[in-house]
Each structure stands twice: as structure tokens, then as C-alpha cells.
């Protein structure tokens, strides 16, 4: 193993479950689930082609048909839906790892073509993205004025967040990630600028954090805190989440989540929006390792790590495990890659959001790798000892 590495192998306490080892597969959507949200073998096959991460969390998974803004992601509220997710689980798990399910509504992400009413989405406001813009199958358009929920809406949100919860568990998950992340609903309502509510969701932080407590209140009625991780975006702006007070805000957020007893705090590192590095440095930077200070639990970084950077980031201390996105999406065998100091493949645009082998399964193993998956049997790494 390279000098310097050794603290990415070692075993990892989360929630109660022993990762075998500090990386972690991040969330990452890339619609291969079908129409209806129902997970497919296809799926299975991508998840246990990376079942050497310590901890997986699944790609983003819709709570409600409302809380989808895209084709082909899946769900979690149908049966179909958990039947289909059972080998997918099952698959991911396959070499010891913990998996988690990202649990994902849109809120003004979303787009009326894409809403079972065909009217414009929910959010905590009738506020617009207008920094970005949706990616609809004809091009790119501007994103619309949501709905803005009621507070009766609001609980029927909360409550599919609690079913959805629920079915993860059903479907063999360990435990659910909240993604409070990137944009959506739940950082829609934390950050001012897209929470500009009269009534006690809006105004002070307490009263932003009030969605995401009563989603955890929820939660806890169907699940053990202790299985249930927070995703968030502290420095991003991306998608017009703005706040005059982001170190203020998130410092809130957190304590939350460690009074609560939080499986794990997963903190998108300053510098990325979204899915890439942000585009200038003025994103607000509040530290990864400030923030995880306050959380008495495991603390995850992702964001534009290496193998180096992420070893050294559990050496200092400030952080526990280290997410891994697009390397993980071009080298479906990441952990044996770093401990053999294996050369890494390049990430491909082609077929990173929907489609179907191409640019999904078809990373190769290391020819080196004694789990490298045939062509013709993609599915043996499952029956690799
Ligand atoms: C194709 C793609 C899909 C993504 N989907 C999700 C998602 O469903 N949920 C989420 O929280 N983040 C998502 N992300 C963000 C990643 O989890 C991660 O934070 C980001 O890629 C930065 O990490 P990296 O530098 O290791 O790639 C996605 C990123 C990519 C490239």
C-alpha cells in the first residue's frame, strides 16, 4: 500500500455498524432506475461493481412522485419500489459494506413536465432559481415560480419522508441519509433566500430548522436517530441558496443534528457546487472541520478528494470517513486502486445521467484486481469470497 494510506483502511463506527474500511461511495444520481421510479438489475450490477466502499449511499431517492425533477430516479414509496430495491441492496452490501438510502425531495427543482399535475413545484416560497436553469429533455430552460406549501402541505411532506424512511428499512437498507444538500428542499427552507415564510417556518434559524426537526421528529418514529445521517451544502451557493449568515446557519443545523444523536454528519466541502467544483472561489467558506467540531458523532467530507487528501484529512482529526464521487463513478473498484497505487481512469461525460451500460457498468475492474468483473459475467463480483 502507498506510504500515508493505511488510515483509509481502517474500520469505521457508524451508527452502531463497523464500515470496513473510510471510503465512502457518495450519493450520486444516474437514472437507470425505470420509468415508475423501480430500481433495475442494471443497478444491482453498478452498486456491486462498487461494493468495496466501508459505507454506500445510494443516489438520491425520491420521497414522493412531486419530489422527483428528473427521469428514472428512483423511489422509495411504492412496494415496486422496495421489491426492486431489495437486490440492489443486497448487491451493494455483497463485500461488507454499510448501506444507506439518500432520501431526496426537489422542491423548486423541480419542473411542471415532471410533476404528476403537471403544475410547477413545491418549495417553502414562491421564489425562482435564476442563477441556473432546468435541464429538461429539449435543453436547458428557466426553472419556474413554485408553489409554496401550506403548512398542511408541509406535514404531508414530513410524513413521506417518515414512509419513505420506512420502506429503506423494508428494502433491507441500514439506515436513511437526509439530503439537506445542494438546493433542495430541506436547504430550500434553511437558507433565507429561498425561505421567505410569515408563519413559524420562516424568519429566525430556529424556525428555518423547523422542517428539517420535524422531519427528524418523523423519522424517529419509524427508525433509530442513530440510522440516520445529514447531508449538507454549507459553503455552496449553487442554485441560489443564499444566506447572509451561512456559518450562523449551518452551526445551528448541526448542533441539531448532534443533539439528536445523528448516525453520521456528511458535509459537501467548501469549493463544490453540486456535481463539480464551483465555477469562482466566492462561495462563503465555512470549514468542514469548524463545523464537524460541533457534531459529536462521525463526521464524512466529500468534495475533490484523493486518496492523499482524504488520508490526511483522518490523520489530522477533522474528518472520520471520506466520500468519493466521480473517481468512484470511472473506477468502480476505488478502495483496491488506492491500496495497490493503481492507475485511475478518466470520467467520461457520456451516460453519467441516464442511459444504459454505457458509461455506467462498463468501467472497467483493474485487470490486476482479483474481483474484476468479466465482460461476460458482470455479476461476479457478487460471488467473489
Ligand atoms: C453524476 C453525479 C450525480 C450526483 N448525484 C448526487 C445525488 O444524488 N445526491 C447528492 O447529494 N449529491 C450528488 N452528487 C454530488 C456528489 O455526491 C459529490 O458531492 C460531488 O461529486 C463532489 O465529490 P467528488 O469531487 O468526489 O466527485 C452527484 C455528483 C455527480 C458527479
Redesign the pocket.
Known sequence: MPLGLERLFEPAEVGGQTCPNRMVL?????SRAREDGVPTALMAEYYAQRSGAGLIVS??TVVSPQGASYARVPGLYSPEQVEGWKPVVGAARSRGAIVYA?L?HVGRQAHSSAQPDRLPGWAPSAIPILSAQYRSPAGRIPFEVPRELSAEGIRGVVGQFATAARNALEAGFDGVEL?G??GYLIDQFLNAGSNQRADQYGGTFTNRIRFLAEVLDALGEVIPLERVGL?LSPSSTWMDMQDPDKRGLYSAVVRLASARGLSYLHL?EPG?A???EAADARDTVVSSAELGALFNGPLIV????TAESAAARIEAGTADLV???????ANPDLPFRFQTGAELEPLRREG??AGGAAGYTDYPHHPDNPHSTRKEDPLCALSTP
Do not use: D, K
Open positions: 457518495a450519493p450520486l444520481t444516474r443516489e438520491g439518500q431526496w439530503h444538500a445542494n447531508r459537501v463544490i453540486g456535481s463539480t466529500t468534495g475533490g478528494h466520500g468519493f464521487g466521480r473517481l468512484f463513478i453519467l445521467y
